[in-house]
């Protein structure tokens, strides 16, 4: 296993865990930030100096932030989520293709999201650079089944869409677009109440400290509250590889919501839309 991360200690967590189970194969780590094309690129070559191929190719890199167009302050987190949501699956993909074509059998695994078919948190919350960052991820995805039958057809791809799985996507996009609640700025700390307010959010009687309080419950509780676990995650994704699924859901409410969506697909963004996922209590819409 070849793996990168931009936050060394990710990268060290990571290397420990494929060891954990047992595990007797080698591991080869690198840090890169998949949002710098030149930085992909010496991944791949330190790969390329390892193992003369790549049989498998996972693009699951990903952060959360920059919800608005409208609001300029959100420009610099929007534009980096954009890209490493995408360009991190686009620039791997260019990167590693010629290690994927020396493979006898290849597969790229690229991961969207419930997002990259319904472009929402719910009614108060913009989530527009994650969103359509996940849209072309899913469209490329399938745009790349034609390409490779055609020009490399022992390559082949799926695109991966999970629902809510337990991981610190959360505690990671905070560090890694500079809003890491325990070295957050007052700047910062106005921004999110600000946010807040335009969610419907009065928080002019909570103090900086508890704001910082719960943003760390809000990570913590999304990795460790979830209706599915990463290891859980990973298991549906490897078997859906072995049999060579190009569609792939994660979670029973990935499959609710593409229910749902397919169903009423003009409702999608509708107070009833929401409702009915909350009948459901999908994606966290539980009645309260």
């Given amino acids: 296993v070849a793996t990168c991360d931009v936050l060394g200690d990710n990268l060290a967590e990571t290397v420990g865990l494929c060891a954990a189970d047992g595990s007797e194969g080698e591991v080869m780590s ?4 998949v949002s710098d094309e030149l930085q992909v690129l010496a ?27 409208v609001h300029d302050e959100d420009r610099e987190s929007w ?14 993909t260019r990167a590693f293709m010629p290690l994927l074509l020396q493979a006898d ?6 991961t969207s999201s419930v997002n990259g078919f319904w472009a929402s948190l719910g009614p108060n919350t913009p989530h527009s650079a994650y969103s359509s960052a996940k849209f072309a991820v899913k469209g490329f995805s399938e745009a790349l089944i034609t390409d490779l039958q055609v020009n490399a057809p022992h390559v082949h791809v799926s695109v991966v869409m999970p629902g809510h799985i337990g991981t610190s996507i959360v505690i990671n996009s905070g560090k890694i677009l500079g809003f890491d ?7 910062q700390l106005t921004q999110v109440r600000v946010r807040a307010g335009r969610a419907g959010l009065d928080l002019s009687g909570v103090s900086d400290e508890d704001i910082r309080v719960g943003i760390i419950a809000q990570g913590e509780a999304f990795r460790d ?8 995650a990973a298991e549906i994704m490897l078997g859906a590889v072995r049999r060579d ?12 919501l593409d229910e749902e969506v397919r169903s009423t ?24």
């Fill in 245 to 256: 699924e190009w569609r792939v859901l994660v979670g029973d409410d990935a499959h609710v």
């Fill in 105 to 110: 059998v290849a597969h790229i695994v690229n």
């Fill in 30 to 33: 690198f840090i890169a930030d």
């Fill in 79 to 92: 534009d980096k989520t954009f890209t490493v949501c995408f360009f991190g699956v686009y620039y791997n």
């Fill in 265 to 288: 697909p003009r409702d999608a963004y509708t107070p009833e839309f929401f409702a009915r996922l909350q009948s459901r209590n999908a994606l966290g819409f539980a009645r309260g």
């Fill in 225 to 232: 509250a979830a209706p599915t676990s990463a290891r859980e």
């Fill in 181 to 187: 609640p325990k070295e957050m700025t007052e700047e």
């Fill in 43 to 69: 991944f791949r070559d330190a790969v390329a100096k390892w193992r003369p191929h790549v049989n498998v190719l996972f693009n699951n890199a990903g952060i959360g932030g920059g919800g608005s167009v």
